[in-house]
């Protein structure tokens, strides 16, 4: 065990709090009864951080903890950290890239397809007993169909990878051209939903991206238009969606991520033309235990010397000697 004091915001899968609990002091934000007595008490001895995406890091909690160096965070998407408050501490903060991209990507061409040719409905339908009555109704398809990525970075590339395999053409729009990818680049989001026939949110949430995907955008994607967000439910305005969805503005809708999890719009939930997961993008044994292993390795390796393995890049990366 490293003399190192390490503060668990929330749980995590019983694999990693084993493994934290062998290498450092672990002390347990989620149990404690009196929280400002908790930080009161330990705040000063935390040095590191474990946390799940979701849950707030803000500049009040950093306050708390004056010798903080390392917030080691588990889900690709950091956006409820406060990096440059954190930043300015001279904390570093990791999260978990790479080892959950293709797992989300396949999620997301699962989504997708689910919305397209109605896969719950239809078993829906088979176990309510209609099949001897009549067949199943002709369903919509991704043939001839343009899909749109909003956010061409691990997960988008790895979506468009297998998109190709569909024999489906691919747009994309970022803060950037990639000149190394083959898709059509739109500078202006309205006009790549106008030019697709479904839109795949995969941009990171924050302030820059909260409700980008908005009634605008939903109009430009017209009414034989699908929307798929496996991102965050941040960058959809969620009140416009279902506007959209109601009206008939777009045709439908596949959603793993909402603004308010795990608190979803009953309008939503009673829509039959929407497909609707609870978060579960990287929810498989196989890269949920992939991604706790890169949370102990961040820590680990930033207390042996040999600097974090995924920093942000939001944070510095200080110089340090190991033992330090």
């Known amino acids: ?61 950093l306050e708390r903890l004056p010798n903080l160096e390392i917030v080691a965070s588990f889900g690709v998407g950091y956006d409820t950290i406060d990096t440059a408050c954190a930043a300015a501490r001279g904390i570093v903060v990791t999260n978990t890239p790479d080892v959950l991209s293709d797992e989300v990507a396949d999620l997301a061409l699962g989504l997708l397809l689910a919305t397209l040719r109605q896969i719950p409905q239809a078993d829906r339908y088979l176990r309510a007993g209609h099949w001897p009555g009549k067949p199943y109704p002709l369903t919509p398809t991704l043939r001839g169909r343009t899909v749109g990525i909003l956010g061409l970075g691990r997960i988008g590339r790895a979506i468009a990878t297998r998109l190709e395999g569909f024999g489906v053409a691919i747009a994309y729009h970022g803060r950037r051209r990639q000149a190394e990818v083959p898709y059509a680049y739109h500078a202006s989001l309205v006009e790549m939903a106008r030019a697709v026939d479904v839109l795949v949110v995969v941009a990171p949430g924050g302030p820059e991206t909260d409700g980008l995907v908005g009634a605008a955008v939903l109009e430009a994607l017209g009414p034989q238009g699908i929307l798929v967000n496996v991102a965050r439910g941040s960058v959809v305005d969620e009140a416009a969606l279902v506007a959209a ?36 993008g990287s929810a498989s044994v196989h890269t949920r235990e992939a991604m706790g292993r890169l949370v102990v390795e961040n820590l680990t390796h930033w207390f042996a010397g040999r600097g974090p393995l995924t920093p942000v890049p939001e944070t510095p990366v200080p110089v340090r000697s190991a033992g330090a």
């Open 1 to 61: 065990m490293l003399p190192v004091d390490l503060l668990l915001l929330k749980p995590l899968q019983p694999s990693v709090m084993e493994a934290l609990a062998e290498r450092f002091t672990l002390h347990r934000a989620d149990t404690a009864p009196d929280r400002p007595a908790f930080y009161a008490a330990i705040g000063p001895r935390i040095r590191a951080m474990a946390t799940g995406a979701q849950a707030p890091v803000d500049a009040a909690l």
């Open 245 to 280: 969805l109601r009206d008939g503005t777009i045709l439908g809708a596949g959603l793993d991520v909402f603004a308010r999890e795990p608190h979803v719009p009953a309008d939503l939930v009673a829509m039959d033309h929407v497909v609707l997961l609870p978060h579960v």
